[in-house]
């Protein structure tokens, strides 16, 4: 299969708790995987596994068929990462903030150059080349830090949360350029609380206590749960987890 | 992959150049602190004891006994207050700390003077400053003694005695600091203690901003190599460092008159060496710390015994041998050493290569252990 991640049994433990329990899952190439489970459920735990930023307690996993245990520097240089809070420096300006990540990445002046243009046009940023990063609005900075993790052309782009405490417009402005890059051939790896956003996904998996619960399409997810919508299939889902852990726990306590 | 990119540390330099450029408040501790120390240990940090506030109590009133209150406001060494009557007076006067010592010279000192019988004279010190009361204890005891001897000198020439050979002399010369002046030793010192304390400062400020704001992280997700980071994050700091290393030589130098005897090469290569171990405490300090408020307290955590065990202040030869080998683990203890060998000495490396050493060792250890707790992961 061609799979731009790939993780087998993927296991995070924080001294005695479990972040994330087994996790196996594939994104194809070229897709966008919503990424989705309540708060504290493992999502943001995977996605540093991933990039490299946390060490997995057990299992394995390959991105972009590179091994996240030995491979993770080889890693860094194909993927794009944007975390949940806003991680660019806000004292520089949105101009001072490229070019750091474009010697980061090592682009020459030609690319340098020509990738700037090219995302300060995608981003919207035309004309606040020289304003100071702190001073953008919130969907100014989401499209500012997705130019700066896409300056160096990734395979892969690795999104945590995004769109949380963005207007609407923004969001959708947001989603736009997410579903562009897909049609690039780039596999996008997102996580949301939005529903709306998950709905345009082309797979999706849900993440509740460190658990993969279910994968599939959009569609396949509603069929399979009979439900109305993916809201639906998300509170169900949680509801009947919530359920069998009861049910486990009042088995234990009998014995 | 594992090789060092100079495009990318470059790229961190640069970028930190413009963020200290913004960052006035920061600017301002690099530029206005060593100046503001420097002022502050100059003038108020003054060890030498002078000008001792003397009440007097002189119940004779005659030309003897303003002769003997002369001989202790000539030294220098103790001034007249004020004038008293009475040990009530004298009591509230060392109480409420007019007067740090009292004279007391009896009603019938001229007499017995005149009688040649031996008289006494009493003195009363405020002991709560031991540093004041020593001082005036062995200077009083000298002044006496001193006036004695003449006196009994020109009684036995009176009587027909040649001049009195005495039995033993000392001739004591003091070499490197002739006047005993404590700016002259201080000043060597701040220049240690300045530059370690802005340069740790600002470096494990920096550092940990980056953790605080989450752009750690960021970089943590980019191909950069913990050394690049690291060299990029510490070079502008290399420069602020030596601006604050030539900013209090100039002063010391100009303002306060201690020039450098020594080698000016030797001084500032030992110096660059000593900011290098600064600045990697600096790195050391932000692997502990989370916040900049914890950065903070660890950087006070070791200031403090970097300025009472260092000998910056007090001798280490009369501290305990155990608190003497916590000095030692204390990088400006070296540093002192070789400060004030060069610049009142004029000493070289034959005196001071254990010292060097001392510091390089030091700065070894504190680089391998900053290297290994500096990773690219955020656990």
Redesign the interface.
């Known amino acids: 299969m061609n799979a731009a991640i790939s993780c087998n049994e993927l296991t995070k433990r924080f001294g005695d708790r479990v972040a994330v329990n087994s996790l196996t899952l594939s994104v194809p190439k070229g897709s966008i995987y919503g990424f989705l489970g309540p708060n504290g459920s493992g999502k943001s735990t995977t996605i540093r596994m991933l990039c490299g930023l946390l060490v997995p307690t057990s299992g394995s996993g390959t991105v972009l068929g590179l091994d996240v245990m030995t491979q993770s520097e080889e890693i860094k240089q194909r993927i794009g990462y944007m975390s949940q809070k806003f991680s660019l420096y806000e004292d520089l300006t949105v101009e001072e903030n490229l070019d750091f990540y474009a010697g980061v990445y090592q682009l020459n002046a030609a690319e340098r150059k020509q990738r700037k243009a090219e995302l300060i046009e995608m981003a919207g940023l035309t004309g606040r080349e020289k304003q100071i990063a702190g001073s953008l609005s919130g969907g100014w900075k989401q499209r500012l830090a997705l130019s700066c993790a896409l300056l160096h052309r990734p395979e892969l782009l690795i999104l945590d949360e995004p769109t949380a405490g963005v207007d609407p417009v923004s969001r959708r402005i947001f989603w736009d350029v997410i579903h562009e890059l897909a049609r690039q051939g780039i596999t996008v790896l997102v996580t949301t609380h939005y529903m709306d956003e998950a709905q345009t996904c082309d797979w999706i998996g849900f993440i509740f206590f460190g658990n993969l619960l279910a994968q599939g399409t959009p569609q396949e997810l509603i069929e399979r749960m009979d439900a109305n919508n993916l809201e639906d299939v998300f509170i169900d889902l949680v509801k009947q987890e919530e359920a069998r852990l009861a049910q486990a726990r009042a088995g234990e306590g009998g014995r | 992959?594992k090789r060092f990119?100079f495009?990318?540390y470059?790229?961190?330099v640069?970028?930190e150049v413009?963020?200290i450029k913004?960052?006035r408040p920061s600017l301002g501790i690099a530029l206005v602190m060593p100046l503001m120390m420097l002022f502050l240990f100059g003038y108020a940090v003054n060890t030498d004891v002078n000008d001792i506030k003397m009440v007097v109590w002189d119940q004779s009133a005659t030309a003897y006994s303003r002769e003997l209150i002369d001989q202790f406001t000539n030294t220098r060494v103790f001034e007249v207050s004020a004038h008293a009557s009475g040990y009530r007076a004298i009591e509230s006067m060392l109480d409420d700390g007019s007067a740090s010592v009292a004279l007391v010279i009896p009603p019938d000192y001229a007499r017995k003077r005149d009688r040649n019988e031996p008289a006494n004279i009493q003195m009363l010190i405020d002991g709560s400053d031991p540093n004041i009361a020593r001082t005036a204890t062995s200077n009083a005891q000298l002044i006496v003694q001193n006036r004695s001897v003449t006196m009994q000198e020109s009684r036995m020439q009176k009587q027909g005695m040649s001049e009195l050979e005495p039995p033993l002399t000392l001739d004591s010369r003091v070499l490197f600091n002739p006047n005993m002046e404590s700016i002259v030793f201080n000043i060597p010192g701040l220049i240690g203690l300045i530059m370690q304390n802005v340069t740790m400062i600002l470096t494990a400020f920096s550092l940990v901003r980056e953790k605080e704001?989450?752009?750690m992280?960021?970089?943590?997700?980019?191909?950069?190599r913990p050394l690049e980071l690291m060299l990029g994050k510490i070079t502008p700091y290399v420069g602020i460092g030596l601006f604050s290393f030539c900013l209090v030589l100039l002063v010391g130098t100009y303002w306060f008159g201690v020039p450098v005897k020594g080698s000016i090469s030797l001084l500032v290569s030992l110096s660059i060496l000593f900011l290098l171990t600064t600045l990697t405490l600096g790195i050391f300090i932000s692997t502990i710390a989370k916040t900049q408020l914890q950065a903070m307290q660890i950087a006070f955590a070791f200031i403090l015994p970097s300025v009472l065990l260092s000998g910056f202040m007090f001798p280490r030869e009369s501290m305990p041998l155990v608190i003497q080998w916590l000095g030692g683990l204390v990088p400006l203890t070296y540093f002192l050493e070789i400060l004030r060998g060069i610049f009142l000495k004029a000493v070289d490396l034959t005196a001071l290569w254990k010292d060097a050493l001392g510091m390089g060792i030091f700065f070894l250890l504190i680089l391998t252990v900053s290297m290994l707790r500096f990773r690219?992961?955020?656990?």
């Open positions: 992959m990119v495009g990318r470059w790229s961190v640069k970028k413009i963020q913004r960052d704001r989450g752009t992280e960021q970089l943590i997700v980019t191909p950069i690219k992961k955020i656990e």
